[in-house]
């Protein structure tokens, strides 16, 4: 199946900073999602993004489909943004493989 | 839409019980999925279900695991007899294939002693 890798693993800020997260997947997908889990363990979908770009307040993504990557962008970071982030990719029609998150804490 | 809804939020058991979890997917979406989470093993899945058939169990860890699909709107998880490495989040998601956007549920706390 495919492997899905994402970095960094750990990420701290400082509120009011900017980040790109990245998801790294080994093969041609037709199926890429970003989660965020918040502190209280609730994943909660942040973007549906086999390609292209889309953007939602603060927070953006882009998929570049032939290079095999996902970038979510996090601008003007604030502590509710903290947990961790996945992301998801399938190909065909398989199940999607998620990767092992990276862990976002952002300090007041 | 209400989203995916489980039930209980939180159970806690002692080692020996049965415990049954309950997932409700958002109607109209054809595939559900079971999952557990432990911070040793991260994001595991364990089974999932197209149009009620389950398709692939092989991440059930044991003979004590067992999942049902009775129809469209209603599926549990049983394990029996539940054990202390049992203890994790268990969530259940759906979507409308099985490759397609996944939606997750609140998830269940299990706490086994």
């Known amino acids: 199946g495919i492997q899905v890798e994402q970095s960094p693993p750990d990420l701290i800020l400082q509120e009011g900073a900017n980040s790109t997260l990245r998801c790294n997947f080994s093969?041609?997908?037709?199926?890429l999602q970003w989660f965020h889990q918040n502190p209280w363990g609730q994943l909660i979908n942040l973007f549906y993004?086999?390609?292209g770009t889309k953007q939602n307040g603060r927070l953006s993504a882009t998929t570049v489909a032939t290079e095999r990557y996902s970038l979510l962008y996090i601008s003007s970071s604030q502590t509710t943004d903290s947990g961790v982030y996945f992301c998801a990719a399938a190909r065909g029609s398989y199940i999607p493989t998620f990767g092992r998150g990276t862990s976002l804490i952002v300090h007041p | 839409d209400a989203g995916v809804i489980q039930s209980p939020r939180h159970e806690v058991t002692e080692m020996g019980q049965e415990v049954t979890l309950r997932c409700k997917p958002i109607s109209g979406h054809n595939s559900l999925f079971w999952y557990r989470q432990t911070m040793m093993r991260g994001l595991e899945l364990l089974i999932y279900?197209?149009?009620?058939?389950?398709?692939?169990d092989s991440g059930m860890p044991e003979d004590r695991f067992s999942a049902k699909m009775p129809n469209a709107s209603f599926s549990t998880l049983k394990i029996q007899p539940s054990e202390p490495r049992d203890s994790a989040v268990y969530f259940c998601?759906?979507?409308?294939?099985?490759?397609?956007?996944?939606?997750f549920g609140p998830g269940t706390r299990l706490t086994v002693t």
């Open positions: 093969d041609s997908v037709n199926n």
């Open positions: 998601a759906s979507s409308s294939e099985i490759a397609y956007e996944q939606y």
């Open positions: 993004i086999p390609s």
């Open positions: 279900f197209n149009n009620n058939v389950p398709i692939d």
